[in-house]
């Protein structure tokens, strides 16, 4: 999806909200399942849309890329029950993922 500015704007915003329903799912099964279901769950659910056509529109500028960054962090402390605002860093080292930027 490219805008009237051949930007990523709204494939961004589109992929943005796509990702926000399965946050959502995590959100609501946290407390049932253990992390490596909600794991699994993300990799099913989540990944597919930061995997996508990476190559291409990875290379939107990083304000633009902001809102997948931080619902990516949000997922990543939901699968690992952290706290709202744990640092992120040693989650995604823990849990083995690759941050958005370096896919």
Known sequence: MLDNRLNWNAHIKYTSKNIIKSTSLLKMIKCTFPSIVLKSLYHSLVYPYYSYCN?????????????????????????????YLAKTGPLFEQLKLYKCNNL
């Open 55 to 83: 190559i291409i529109w990875g290379g939107a500028t990083k304000t633009a890329q902001l809102p997948l960054v931080l619902l990516q962090k949000k997922c990543v402390r939901i699968i690992c029950k952290a706290r």
